[in-house]
């Protein structure tokens, strides 16, 4: 069907034993993400590296007939994510706004944290996930409520899923953009019996001055042996939301809904995997600018200081005494920025994770919340947040 609306999807496959996908992700090029022809919340989703953890996966892969085949696809790389909720009365089809993903690609939808409207996308953009998006509830002639899920990788769009049914973010977007989409849809659902028009085609595009910040809720402290790194399976037991004029109020209120303390002075402890180095110097020149102290580990701290930000080197845990576990323990430190190394690395850095969870530190776990932190941060230290009612936002949308 997208070939033939001429909507790009990564490339993909299907496989039903190990030697089917390995053959499958060596055509495609590693990594991919695997995971069942039918899933909810992302179970049983993986990133796959290499063959051996291919292999890995599809020997512990259960129920995999021809029927329910492990469904294989190109990970893409340093890729934006989006949504978007519309209502479609099978003819005409309506987005009130783009959800922009805070996390990139890789993230489960339902864990990363969300800006509406979107923020960083551009209008090009995102028209052409509204026009997609009609295309395709068109195509499939829905008739109520659908989700999209989108990447955009190097400024194409890329289809994820297609989901004809509700989701969990139709009352955030409602909430925000001032558009009851359970009772539009419903009006669709049952005009058969009521004999109404379909409200559809007077729905118009809207311009909202604020922002709405969605963030997940995660259960971590009461399982404080599990490594709080997100992935594709998703692993929050709940959601809020942050609504403000400015970007960074809505996400320092979200962070406070969570119970995440978002500290305004201190210290900040980084240590970063190879592979988020690249947005290191930014994040670390944001929480410079604060004006907080940085700590940081081995390679972090090198590539700190070669950009002369001002910081001071702490030891690993392997590495002696006293280390980053010392630091956290004696709560030297008011936040942890921890992104994981992964299977490239020779050492296991989950204990920073979880000691930060032990001693109640807040703690941010990729670079993409770093930055939306930090912009919280800056927010709460030179603004007076606004105390507004929800009538009030959606009385300003125009």
Same mark, same amino acid.
């Given at each position: 069907?997208?070939?033939?609306?001429?909507?790009?999807?990564?490339?993909?496959?299907? #496989?039903?034993?190990?030697?089917?996908?390995?053959?499958?992700?060596?055509?495609?090029?590693?990594?991919?993400?695997?995971?069942?022809?039918?899933?909810?919340?992302?179970?049983?989703?993986?990133?796959?590296?290499?063959?051996?953890?291919?292999?890995?996966?599809?020997?512990?892969?259960?129920?995999?007939?021809?029927?329910?085949?492990?469904?294989?696809?190109?990970? &893409?790389?340093?890729?934006?994510?989006?949504?978007?909720?519309?209502?479609?009365?099978?003819?005409?089809?309506?987005?009130?706004?783009?959800?922009?993903?805070?996390?990139?690609?890789?993230?489960?939808?339902?864990?990363?944290?969300?800006?509406?409207?979107?923020?960083? &996308?551009?209008?090009?953009?995102?028209?052409?996930?509204?026009?997609?998006?009609?295309?395709?509830?068109?195509?499939?002639?829905?008739?109520?409520?659908?989700?999209?899920?989108?990447?955009?990788?190097?400024?194409?769009?890329?289809?994820?899923?297609?989901?004809?049914? #509700?989701?969990?973010?139709?009352?955030?977007?409602?909430?925000?953009?001032?558009?009851?989409?359970?009772?539009?849809?419903?009006?669709?659902?049952?005009?058969?019996?009521?004999?109404?028009?379909?409200?559809?085609?007077?729905?118009?595009?809207?311009?909202?001055?604020?922002?709405?910040?969605?963030? #997940?809720?995660?259960?971590?402290?009461?399982?404080?042996?599990?490594?709080?790194? &997100?992935?594709?399976?998703?692993?929050?037991?709940?959601?809020?939301?942050?609504?403000?004029?400015?970007?960074?109020?809505?996400?320092?209120?979200?962070?406070?809904?969570?119970?995440?303390?978002?500290?305004?002075?201190?210290?900040?402890?980084?240590?970063?995997?190879?592979?988020?180095?690249?947005?290191?110097?930014?994040?670390?020149?944001?929480?410079?600018?604060?004006?907080?102290?940085?700590?940081? =580990?081995?390679?972090?701290?090198?590539?700190?200081?070669? #950009?002369?930000?001002?910081?001071?080197?702490?030891? /690993?845990?392997?590495?002696?005494?006293?280390?980053?576990?010392?630091?956290?323990?004696?709560?030297?430190?008011?936040?942890?920025?921890? =992104?994981?190394?992964?299977?490239?690395?020779?050492?296991?850095?989950?204990?920073?994770? /979880?000691?930060?969870?032990?001693?109640?530190?807040?703690?941010? =776990?990729?670079?993409?919340?770093?930055?939306?932190?930090?912009?919280?941060?800056?927010?709460?230290?030179?603004?007076?947040?606004?105390?507004?009612?929800?009538?009030?936002?959606?009385?300003?949308?125009?």
């Amino acid at each position: 069907m997208m070939n033939r609306l001429g909507i790009p999807m990564p490339e993909a496959g299907m #496989a039903v034993n190990a030697d089917e996908a390995i053959a499958i992700a060596n055509k495609i090029g590693y990594p991919v993400m695997v995971r069942p022809s039918y899933v909810l919340g992302g179970r049983g989703m993986e990133v796959v590296h290499d063959d051996e953890m291919m292999r890995v996966y599809m020997n512990a892969a259960v129920g995999v007939t021809p029927d329910r085949p492990i469904l294989i696809d190109r990970f &893409l790389h340093h890729a934006t994510e989006c949504e978007a909720d519309a209502i479609s009365d099978g003819t005409n089809c309506y987005v009130p706004a783009v959800m922009e993903h805070i996390e990139l690609a890789g993230i489960h939808s339902g864990d990363s944290a969300c800006i509406l409207p979107s923020k960083n &996308l551009s209008p090009e953009i995102v028209e052409t996930i509204k026009e997609y998006t009609r295309k395709i509830a068109v195509e499939m002639r829905v008739v109520g409520l659908m989700n999209m899920q989108y990447a955009i990788e190097d400024g194409v769009v890329f289809v994820l899923e297609a989901n004809p049914r #509700a989701s969990r973010t139709v009352p955030l977007v409602s909430k925000v953009t001032g558009t009851n989409m359970v009772k539009i849809a419903t009006d669709i659902m049952t005009s058969h019996l009521t004999g109404r028009p379909s409200p559809v085609p007077e729905l118009h595009d809207k311009v909202i001055p604020h922002y709405g910040v969605k963030e #997940a809720v995660f259960p971590f402290n009461m399982f404080q042996e599990v490594d709080p790194v &997100l992935g594709p399976e998703m692993r929050s037991t709940g959601e809020v939301l942050g609504l403000a004029s400015h970007f960074g109020e809505a996400c320092f209120k979200a962070q406070e809904a969570t119970k995440t303390e978002l500290p305004l002075e201190g210290s900040v402890l980084l240590s970063v995997s190879d592979l988020d180095k690249v947005d290191l110097i930014e994040v670390a020149q944001m929480f410079a600018d604060l004006g907080f102290k940085i700590y940081a =580990t081995g390679g972090t701290f090198d590539m700190i200081d070669k #950009a002369g930000i001002k910081a001071e080197k702490v030891k /690993k845990l392997y590495e002696g005494r006293p280390n980053i576990g010392d630091m956290i323990l004696n709560r030297d430190v008011d936040l942890v920025i921890n =992104t994981p190394a992964g299977k490239t690395s020779a050492h296991d850095d989950s204990y920073i994770r /979880k000691d930060a969870i032990r001693q109640h530190v807040p703690y941010i =776990t990729t670079m993409a919340a770093a930055k939306a932190c930090a912009e919280g941060i800056k927010a709460a230290k030179e603004r007076v947040f606004e105390v507004k009612a929800l009538q009030d936002y959606h009385a300003d949308i125009k």
